[in-house]
């Protein structure tokens, strides 16, 4: 069975603080690992997905890499409108591959 | 270009009273889904389709029921609403992967709360 582990459950951090959220994984042949941005009221919104250990992807402030136990999205120099619930998601290759196992997200607030 | 439309945004219910969620996307999407979002918990799969007149279950199909008649439209029912079916539901689609990633597009969620 698949699982996902995102922490810290929640993060306060102020506008230009650099850090890190974790997101660790099990997987039965990996296809993929994505990383989905929710707003308050809204559906997620797709940011990355990431195939292979050592991977990386880039997008304005935002840094997402992958080994193969764990995926990190890096947010440098975050900014209010950054404030988010953010998702992690893998994708294995075992029965019913085309389902995806979210886990429960880490809430992000960037104070000014 | 719409993407994922789903209607009603908000609703009431019942226990016992039956509804239909709906679901459309513009993208001609073969692969469509339903989840259902609860706080605490991940988004966890409910039902999905990959294509007209093909469904299956996902992790937690008790109490719901979908067709898929058209590669447009997927429809959530449930039949005999409980509280425990309170909850944000989300459909989202996908091109159909064909081995690879199954890269979801998300509707806005309707929120159901049953008394």
């Known amino acids: 069975e698949d699982q996902v582990t995102q922490s810290p459950e929640a993060l306060r951090l102020q506008e230009g603080e650099s850090s890190s959220l974790n997101c660790s994984y099990t997987?039965?042949?990996?296809?993929?690992l994505f990383w989905y941005r929710q707003d308050p009221g809204k559906g997620p919104e797709f940011l990355f997905t990431l195939y292979s250990a050592g991977e990386e992807k880039e997008k304005e402030r935002l840094k997402a890499t992958l080994t193969k136990k764990e995926s990190f999205l890096h947010i440098t120099a975050p900014k209010p409108e950054d404030s988010a619930t953010y998702l992690c998601a893998v994708q294995g290759s075992g029965a019913g591959s085309y389902q995806l196992t979210f886990g429960k997200g880490t809430k992000l607030s960037v104070i000014p | 270009n719409a993407g994922v439309t789903q209607t009603p945004k908000f609703q009431v219910l019942k226990t016992g009273q039956s509804m239909t969620l709906q679901c459309a996307q513009d993208?001609?999407?073969?692969?469509m889904s339903w989840y259902r979002q609860d706080p605490g918990m991940g988004l966890r799969l409910i039902h999905y389709?990959?294509?007209?007149?093909?469904?299956d279950q996902g992790e937690v199909p008790n109490g719901y029921n979908v067709s898929r008649s058209t590669t447009e439209d997927f429809p959530l029912r449930l039949l005999s609403a409980a509280p425990s079916q309170t909850s944000v539901y989300f459909c989202?689609?996908?091109?159909?992967?064909?081995?690879?990633?199954?890269?979801?597009?998300f509707g806005a969620g309707s929120r159901l709360t049953v008394l």
């Open positions: 989202a689609s996908s091109r159909m992967p064909g081995g690879g990633a199954n890269v979801l597009t």
């Open positions: 389709s990959v294509g007209a007149g093909i469904t």
């Open positions: 997987v039965s042949g990996l296809r993929g």
């Open positions: 993208m001609n999407h073969e692969y």
